[in-house]
């Protein structure tokens, strides 16, 4: 009784990260073909997927329990500071800087991984490698280009074209353990959301 008990709870939290990541998904579009506007950021639209993307966060950080939940938790005070600089821009661009840093920690760990396997295989991992310089770009946007806006949507589309083929290719999504997983699929729902977001836009 108690084995079934634990198994019906681990499928109820899988089902939790699934509904979360389909509601971040298909409320985009549905906003949109029911309302008609385009500057979705400027709509309560932004904050309730800030508040989904806040619980998956929050998910993952319950799953993870070890180092890896320092990520996490960068990925959190980003989430905080997108809602908060809403209402006071400058605490809000603080803390959305302290989640670019750690976005750049996290390229800069993976980076030496993939070296290193590199190094032990004696064969570079090109999408591995391009997805470490990729999740450093948003701390060098900070500081140095953003004055190019355009430089933004490259970078998003970009980081979720090589997520998605890295998540697709059982090859290379098998190199990485679980709490890595977990944190790059966050990445990705960011940025497919980030995605959306920009196309619409450009509808």
Known sequence: MATNNISGFKQILQNIEKILIVLIFVSIPLYYVSTGEKELKSSTLFLEVLAL???????????????YTAFLLGFIVLTIGLYVQKTNYPVGQKLI??????????????????????????????????????LMFPLVYHFVLRDH???????????????????????????????????LTY???????EVLFISIKLI
Do not use: H
Request: net charge negative; glycine share 4%.
């Open 187 to 193: 990445v990705l729902v960011s940025t497919v959301t």
């Open 97 to 134: 800087l302290i989640g670019e840093i750690t976005q750049f920690c996290l390229g800069l760990f993976l980076g030496y991984k993939t070296v290193q396997e590199s190094i032990q295989n004696k064969d570079w991992e090109m999408f591995g490698t391009l997805l470490s310089l990729v």
């Open 53 to 67: 993307e806040f619980c998956l966060l929050l998910y993952y950080c319950y799953l993870t329990r070890n180092l």
């Open 149 to 183: 806006q355009e430089y933004l949507m490259v970078y998003n589309f970009s980081l979720a074209f090589i997520l998605a083929t890295i998540i697709y290719n059982e090859n290379l999504w098998d190199k990485y353990n679980p709490s890595e997983k977990k944190i």
